[in-house]
């Protein structure tokens, strides 16, 4: 019994084991195409005296978590597969499911469908309700290869990203028509201007079957393949379908060659299988996509070249703080001016009064000397002249007659006024005619008029004084 079942569980082994193979040895005779999943670091294998592979740029990596969402489904409504076509200019229209097609205006980017038409270079496709016009078609046969692509120019490759057709102008002929039972190689970057680094190398493959099941099938000699890239003279081999990104172009013209290479490393013999591109690199590129690959633009920036329903809402924030911080710093500056303002003034007023009183005190003891009133006298002998005689004994008596007036005068000045306009007008008129060392007194010009109705108040004493002289000499010549 024991033997009996173990050679049940061997036998059902072995035959679960043959299914798998059996399995998987259609699969690898099917033609298959596949997007690569995991990261996409760069290989190491690929590095020559110019050229490198480096990552993708940052934000090519960040925009694809949302292009990988989609799993395009392309196909061809017109011109039909085999059909012979009475004209030599074709119009072509296409369908496209699971994939949104569109270019964004402000970027002039989006999701898009690349055309080629025999081996020529692609036709970016963004509009699918105006169809593509292909005109002076040359007769014989022609090849339309289609697949969808990303707006940076790489390919989906996923099964149903990629389709063709293969139709007749006038006649069949044997040019441009590809062995459907032979792998196929279709290149699709580099092509024409860049103005940054890394330049993206892309291409897509047709009847390439998977490198897992290469040693299960060693009879299969396309089971091993291999893409010879060659750049400017310099050759590299890719065993992977993935998208690689180069550095090391020079500024100029550069010319890139792709060949589908079979297990033993010869050049598999189909239409379009060697490809030759020439390209123009020039630095500093304004472009979008030059834009992008330097990372002058984010992600965000720039997220409606893959989703055509975002809004776009990082751009309003990014406006919005200039304007907010800008009164912070005006409401900073504002009360740094009031307390310099304020002190300014405040000096100003404080200062100016202190030095005015200690001027006008000065003057003061100054008018204390007699010499304040010999000018007064000075007016006398104008009118003596005419007694002669009587001047010297009138002199004693009219000394203190003449004080009193002197001094009773200005002590009403000093209580009803102020001691600043006073004695500062009437030193101020009797400078005019005896020069003073005192500029103090001049900003007080306003008290002059005062001083004036003083002069003639003494004006007319002195004249009552003239009567008594003139009294006394006739007395004394009666005597």
Request: hydrophobic share 30%; glycine share 4%.
């Amino acid at each position: 019994m024991n033997s009996w079942r173990t050679t049940a569980i061997t036998l059902l082994k072995s035959l679960i084991t043959f299914v798998l193979v059996l399995s998987l040895t259609s699969c690898g005779e099917k033609a298959v195409s596949q997007e690569p999943f995991g990261n996409l670091q760069p290989n190491s294998q690929i590095s020559t005296k110019q050229f490198s592979e480096v990552a993708p740029p940052t934000v090519v990596q960040e925009l694809r978590n949302t292009t990988d969402l989609y799993r395009p489904q392309v196909s061809i409504i017109s011109p039909k597969s085999d059909e012979i076509l009475p004209d030599n200019t074709v119009t072509v229209s296409f369908q496209i499911k699971d994939l949104p097609i569109y270019k964004d205006p402000k970027f002039n980017l989006g999701p898009h469908l690349e055309v080629i038409l025999d081996n020529k270079p692609a036709i970016s496709i963004y509009d699918l309700n105006q169809p593509l016009v292909l005109s002076d078609l040359p007769p014989g046969t022609h090849t339309l290869r289609v697949f969808a692509s990303r707006p940076w120019r790489e390919s989906y490759k996923n099964e149903g990203a990629y389709t063709q057709t293969t139709f007749h102008v006038f006649t069949k002929s044997d040019s441009n028509n590809p062995n459907p039972a032979l792998p196929l190689l279709t290149y699709n970057s580099p092509d024409g201007n860049y103005g940054a680094e890394p330049i993206l190398l892309d291409f897509y493959l047709t009847n390439a079957p998977l490198h897992l099941l290469a040693k299960d099938n060693p009879d299969n000699l396309f089971a091993d393949w291999r893409i010879r890239c060659t750049i400017n003279g310099e050759s590299f081999v890719l065993d992977s379908w993935q998208a690689v990104y180069l550095k090391g172009f020079k500024p100029g013209k550069n010319w890139v060659k792709l060949e589908f290479l079979d297990s033993q490393g010869n050049t598999v013999k189909n239409e379009f299988n060697s490809t030759v591109r020439l390209i123009t690199y020039e630095p500093k590129g304004k472009d979008t996509l030059s834009q992008i690959f330097r990372g002058q633009l984010s992600a965000d920036q720039v997220r409606t070249i893959v989703d055509p329903n975002y809004t776009y809402t990082v751009k309003t924030p990014t406006a919005e703080p200039t304007p907010e911080i800008l009164p912070e710093q005006e409401n900073l500056v504002v009360p740094e001016s009031e307390p310099t303002t304020t002190p300014r003034v405040t000096p100003s007023v404080e200062t100016t009064p202190e030095p005015q009183p200690q001027q006008e005190k000065q003057p003061v003891p100054e008018t204390q000397p007699t010499p304040s009133v010999t000018p007064t006298v000075e007016s006398t002998p104008e009118i003596a002249p005419k007694q002669e005689k009587p001047i010297l004994k009138t002199e004693p008596t009219h000394t203190p007659s003449i004080t009193p007036t002197v001094e009773t005068t200005p002590e009403p000045i000093l209580e009803t006024q102020s001691q600043k306009p006073r004695f500062g007008g009437f030193f101020k008129r009797r400078a005019t005619k005896v020069p003073t060392p005192q500029p103090t007194v001049e900003p007080y010009p306003e008290v002059n008029t005062p001083t004036l109705p003083e002069i003639i108040i003494e004006s007319p004493v002195l004249e009552s004084s003239e009567q008594e002289d003139q009294e006394t000499p006739t007395s004394v010549e009666n005597d």
